[in-house]
């Protein structure tokens, strides 16, 4: 079945600096890639997604790549603020199901 | 409101007892999700259901757990004679997205279970 791996699992950086969050994945079938983000007590939510036919996507301070050759996809945050920090996670498509990845607390420091 | 509903948000109960989670999700969505969610972990698929279609149950971790879906729209989550570990965050999540075109996944906040 499908594996995702997530690294780092635990990032602080900067207020105003770059974050990069990095998750392969292990089944070549997998064709929708979400990234989620979790505040604490609530749901995650969906905040960018790519497909397996883009190679790159952004909105905003927001982007995600990703690799099918090399299995992996990446999510990169600009210019971080406080109110970025929180859990995030990867997914990919696996049938009509999800497969996530265990998560990166990401902490912004003012 | 209009997003994923669940109730109750948090339930303690003895070892030994049966619980029940309730999901509405929202309107017109054809696909529902379970997930657990364990302290400090990843999201665990539990059981997903696409419209009239039988459910995908191969996530459910034992014969204790059972969920169904009543007229495609609400579904209950039965976990019988708890244990310990089945303390977690346990997760509803609704989706338009047709069977063949994955998409995104709607959240409702959980339903907290402390097993004792």
């Known amino acids: 079945g499908e594996n995702v791996e997530q690294h780092p699992s635990t990032l602080s950086v900067q207020e105003g600096d770059s974050a990069v969050i990095k998750c392969t994945y292990s089944d070549s079938a997998s064709n929708y890639f979400p990234w989620y983000k979790q505040e604490l007590g609530k749901g995650p939510q969906l905040i960018i997604d790519?497909?397996?036919?883009?190679g790159e996507k952004k909105d905003q301070r927001i982007a995600v790549t990703l690799n099918k050759t090399a299995k992996h996809f990446s999510l990169h945050i600009t210019e971080t603020q406080p109110e970025d920090s929180a859990v995030y996670f990867c997914a990919a498509s696996y049938g009509q199901n999800f497969v996530f990845g265990p998560g990166t607390r990401l902490s912004v420091l003012p | 409101g209009a997003g994923v509903s669940q109730s109750p948000s948090n339930k303690v109960t003895e070892k030994g007892k049966d619980v029940e989670l309730r999901c509405d999700p929202i309107?017109?969505?054809?696909?529902l999700y379970w997930y657990r969610q364990s302290l400090g972990q990843g999201l665990e698929f539990l059981i997903y259901f696409q419209g009239n279609s039988a459910p995908d149950k191969s996530g459910l971790p034992s014969d204790r757990f059972s969920a169904e879906r009543t007229g495609g729209s609400v579904s209950t989550l039965t976990i019988q004679r708890t244990q310990q570990e089945d303390s977690a965050v346990y997760l509803c999540?609704?989706?338009?997205?047709?069977?063949?075109?994955?998409?995104?996944?709607?959240f409702g906040e959980g339903s907290r279970l402390t097993v004792l």
């Open positions: 309107s017109g969505h054809t696909a």
């Open positions: 999540a609704s989706s338009r997205a047709p069977r063949s075109l994955p998409g995104e996944l709607f």
């Open positions: 790519i497909r397996s036919n883009v």
